[in-house]
Nanobody, 126 residues
Framework: DVQLVESGGDSVQTGGSLRLSCAAS????????MGWFRQAPGKEREGVAV????????YYADSVKGRFTISEDNAKKTFYLQMNSLNPEDTGMYYC????????????????????WGQGTQVTVS
């Protein structure tokens, strides 16, 4: 079974940085994407960043471009979200997800519909 475990969430001050980690196991996909999502109280869950098999340009939400970086350590089966210049609008529960590539839909759609999800890690910026 696919299992994802997030870590690294914390409470930080405005302008600070955090590095979230997602340890993954139980998947053998040759083509896949991994992503980070977040959800604040009273708001819809939104896609933050996505990285694809074989590299290429990752996806970033407009609100985090230039501040967040998604990366992967394939040997450790772990992927990361480096978050810099944090502001209170970044507060929320952050989730990682993985899914095999799906024809006919975007990576965000595939992750939402078919992805495996972690339990989440809380990020609070004040």
């Amino acid at each position: 079974d696919v299992q994802l475990v997030e870590s690294g969430g914390d409470s930080v001050q405005t302008g600070g940085s955090l590095r979230l980690s997602c340890a993954a196991s139980g998947y053998t996909y040759s083509s896949y994407c991994m992503g980070w999502f977040r959800q604040a109280p009273g708001k819809e869950r939104e896609g933050v960043a996505v990285i694809y098999t074989g590299g290429g340009n990752p996806y970033y939400a407009d609100s985090v471009k230039g501040r967040f970086t998604i990366s992967e350590d394939n040997a450790k089966k772990t992927f990361y979200l480096q978050m810099n210049s944090l502001n209170p609008e970044d507060t929320g529960m952050y989730y990682c997800a993985v899914v095999s590539l799906q024809d006919g839909m975007t990576a965000l759609q595939a992750l939402e519909e078919f992805g495996y999800w972690g339990q989440g890690t809380q990020v609070t910026v004040s």
